[in-house]
């Protein structure tokens, strides 16, 4: 078994809006205004606003949640297992991580309800190009990472999505709950386990 080091970030709440939605939201001639200090640990190419929202289920709210962009053709919310919950979210089948009906974001203008159709995953193995053809690695393939090998909160994290994108990529990406399981934050280390 080889075990292949692999930065930690964690990947907070935040919600990715489609043009539509954001004229919804913001007005037509609102112009999203770039993150002063932005988290180094963003996806790659994602931009942090300074603008937030708030997203609101059947039994609560959140507010002050990150937009992403840039504005895209679809609009997603990524939140974590207990977000899911604390908005009043449920589901028939623990196992898929699929939460119903969906939320409504609310922004200064209006506001928009957004179904939500797919798992809650929590993490993802994100490798660029020839850094996976080096390691025997495809995208969409399920991987064992072990996370917090270290210490006394040791997790192996069972079907891991690898991501195959842009160049120079390498992190273990985690959701606040897995990060949380296994006493980590960003810039620890996890290890990829290969056969």
Known sequence: MKEIPVPITVNNRHVHLSKTDAQQLF????????????????????????????????????????????????????????????LGLSTEDLQSKKFSPGLTINGPKGSVFVPINKAINGRWLLASKDRAEKMGLKDGMLVDVLVGADSDWATTFHKVLVIIEGEDR?????????????SVKPGDWAHVLLP
């Open 170 to 182: 390498w992190a273990l990406y985690l959701d606040p709950d897995a990060a949380s399981a296994a």
């Open 27 to 86: 007005g037509d001639t609102h112009q999203f205004a770039k993150h002063s200090s932005p988290d180094k640990h963003l996806w790659p190419g994602h931009i942090l606003w300074q603008e937030k929202v708030m997203i609101s289920g059947p039994k609560g709210s959140i507010s002050e949640v990150s937009l992403l962009g840039p504005l895209g053709d679809k609009t997603s919310i990524e939140m974590s297992t207990t977000d899911a919950y604390r």
